[in-house]
Nanobody, 121 residues
Framework: VQLQASGGGLVQAGGSLRLSCTAS????????MGWFRQAPGKEREFVAR????????YYGDSVKGRFTISRDIAENTVYLQMNSLRPEDTAVYYC???????????????WGQGTLVTVSS
């Protein structure tokens, strides 16, 4: 499976961005798509995940109520809508695909290249 992430950029605090991750190479009905982020000097952090077939979602505590994960099955694309952004949301955001409903990044099988989100204060 190949993943291509896009949509990062520079935004002011309180603003919004939408990240996209398009998957190719395999059918995804039994997969979970996740978003993670990693800020400089910090560990990779779970952001959100979605079960591809049924759409069940789960969020990390730091983004709950501000971020929304969704998917477009026809386009093989998962989105991360990020609202009310804060400077502490600044990080490289990665999409990933795996077979488990988990928040543990090392249990995901394939990763996108990462897209940088910078939130200015």
């Amino acid at each position: 499976v190949q993943l291509q992430a896009s949509g990062g950029g520079l935004v002011q605090a309180g603003g919004s961005l939408r990240l996209s991750c398009t998957a190719s190479g395999r059918t995804f009905s039994r997969y979970v798509m996740g978003w993670f982020r990693q800020a400089p000097g910090k560990e990779r952090e779970f952001v959100a995940r979605i079960a591809w077939s049924v759409g069940t979602t789960y969020y990390g505590d730091s983004v709950k109520g501000r971020f929304t994960i969704s998917r477009d099955i026809a386009e093989n694309t998962v989105y991360l809508q990020m609202n009310s952004l804060r400077p502490e949301d600044t990080a490289v955001y990665y999409c990933a695909i795996g077979g488990l409903m988990t928040t543990i990044w090392s249990l995901y099988d394939s990763w996108g290249q990462g897209t940088l989100v910078t939130v200015s204060s």
